[in-house]
């Protein structure tokens, strides 16, 4: 893993290539200082805000397509203060990384921004939960049938640097992991007959995420190395250290990290569709798919893996 800093006012097409091939290698772009960061009223404002202590929400989440934020213990005025300041984050974040990277952002689909107010060393949470275990990037309940997971995160803390550890290139865990952690599980006949069978949930008015092999795959993987002792143990290589004020953007699909420490974070998630790469062979689906021999998603599914763009609501 490499860190790349970002020539803030350069951008042009070669560079928008520079750039992507090095994400897709990857590899973090660093970004500082941060163009749309906001302002010191605005951060100190979210600073002094509290989560919900519900288990239900690992974070203050903002979603972009219905307007609203969730996870906030907060009143009326101040929670519709946070949604504006997080709605203009999350506008700041997409326009600037459209402009770095307009390949990716004509097809992307805008996910989820949050704002993590919590010290994540030694956080009590769930082992599942845990930002500060190594980990890759699996969504529960939004799969993204080989879409790429490319998130951007913001320091907002006044004095402290995020710190975050990095491991080995995706492939190098795929091969020392995968099939400890259950990719022939969840790549054969039998395991497509059980995903199948589970949708038919929907007909009675179930919630059942529409999984492929691979979005199995990858929540397992998840889970597997936030709870495999020797990894969390052995599994870091790299430290990396972003300073208050900056931006750091990767493909957290891809490379495997922790929040070793740190507090009060901003970030704004794209799912970029497979089509989008420039080195498709890199990307987490291709490489599980060379080892478990057979596709993990429908063509149909991986060519649309950004999925439906979804409307904006006015801000």
Same mark, same amino acid.
């Given at each position: 893993?490499?860190?790349?800093?970002?020539?803030?006012?350069?951008?042009?097409?070669?560079?928008?290539?520079?750039?992507?091939?090095?994400?897709?290698?990857?590899?973090?772009?660093?970004?500082?200082?941060?163009?749309?960061?906001?302002?010191?009223?605005?951060?100190?404002?979210?600073?002094?805000?509290?989560?919900?202590d519900s288990?239900? @929400?690992?974070?203050?989440?903002?979603?972009? @397509?219905?307007?609203?934020?969730?996870?906030?213990?907060?009143?009326?005025?101040?929670?519709?203060?946070?949604?504006?300041?997080?709605?203009?984050?999350?506008?700041?974040?997409?326009?600037?990384?459209?402009?770095?990277?307009?390949?990716?952002?004509?097809?992307?689909?805008?996910?989820?921004?949050?704002?993590?107010?919590?010290?994540?060393?030694?956080?009590?949470?769930?082992?599942?939960?845990?930002?500060?275990?190594?980990?890759?990037?699996?969504?529960?309940?939004?799969?993204?049938?080989?879409?790429?997971?490319?998130?951007?995160?913001?320091?907002?803390?006044?004095?402290?640097?995020?710190?975050?550890?990095?491991?080995? #290139?995706?492939?190098?865990?795929?091969?020392?992991?995968?099939?400890d952690a259950?990719?022939?599980?969840?790549?054969? #006949?039998?395991?497509?007959?059980?995903?199948?069978?589970?949708?038919?949930?929907?007909?009675?008015?179930?919630?059942?995420?529409?999984?492929?092999?691979?979005?199995?795959?990858?929540?397992?993987? @998840?889970?597997?190395?936030?709870?495999?002792?020797?990894?969390? =143990?052995?599994?870091?290589?790299?430290?990396?250290?972003?300073?208050? &004020?900056?931006?750091?953007?990767?493909?957290?699909? =891809?490379?495997?990290?922790?929040?070793?420490?740190?507090?009060?974070?901003?970030? =704004?998630?794209?799912?970029?569709?497979?089509?989008?790469?420039?080195?498709?062979?890199?990307? #987490?689906?291709?490489?599980?798919?060379?080892?478990?021999?057979?596709?993990?998603?429908?063509?149909?599914?991986l060519a649309?893996? &950004?999925?439906? =763009?979804?409307?904006?609501?006015?801000?």
């Open positions: 893993m490499e860190l790349i800093p970002i020539e803030v006012d350069r951008i042009d097409a070669e560079y928008a290539h520079f750039l992507s091939e090095h994400l897709e290698q990857g590899n973090i772009l660093l970004l500082s200082p941060t163009p749309f960061l906001p302002s010191e009223a605005d951060c100190e404002f979210l600073r002094a805000q509290k989560q919900t288990g239900t @929400h690992k974070n203050i989440a903002y979603k972009p @397509h219905l307007n609203k934020i969730t996870g906030a213990d907060t009143n009326a005025e101040s929670a519709e203060r946070m949604r504006r300041i997080l709605a203009t984050y999350s506008q700041g974040a997409l326009d600037y990384m459209a402009r770095l990277f307009p390949d990716y952002a004509r097809q992307w689909k805008v996910d989820y921004a949050s704002f993590r107010p919590v010290e994540e060393q030694g956080r009590k949470l769930p082992v599942r939960h845990r930002n500060d275990l190594m980990h890759i990037d699996a969504f529960p309940t939004r799969p993204t049938h080989g879409g790429r997971i490319l998130r951007a995160f913001t320091n907002l803390h006044p004095t402290r640097d995020r710190v975050w550890g990095t491991s080995a #290139p995706f492939e190098e865990l795929a091969k020392r992991y995968a099939q259950g990719l022939s599980q969840v790549s054969g #006949p039998l395991a497509e007959t059980r995903r199948r069978i589970a949708q038919l949930g929907k007909l009675v008015g179930l919630h059942v995420p529409n999984r492929s092999a691979y979005d199995e795959f990858m929540l397992r993987f @998840h889970h597997y190395l936030k709870t495999n002792a020797d990894f969390q =143990q052995n599994g870091q290589t790299q430290t990396a250290v972003f300073p208050p &004020g900056s931006t750091w953007i990767t493909f957290t699909d =891809q490379v495997a990290h922790k929040a070793a420490s740190g507090q009060y974070a901003i970030e =704004q998630t794209c799912i970029v569709p497979f089509s989008a790469m420039l080195f498709p062979d890199l990307a #987490p689906v291709a490489v599980l798919e060379r080892m478990a021999g057979r596709k993990l998603v429908s063509p149909q599914a649309e893996s &950004g999925l439906e =763009q979804p409307k904006r609501a006015h801000a």
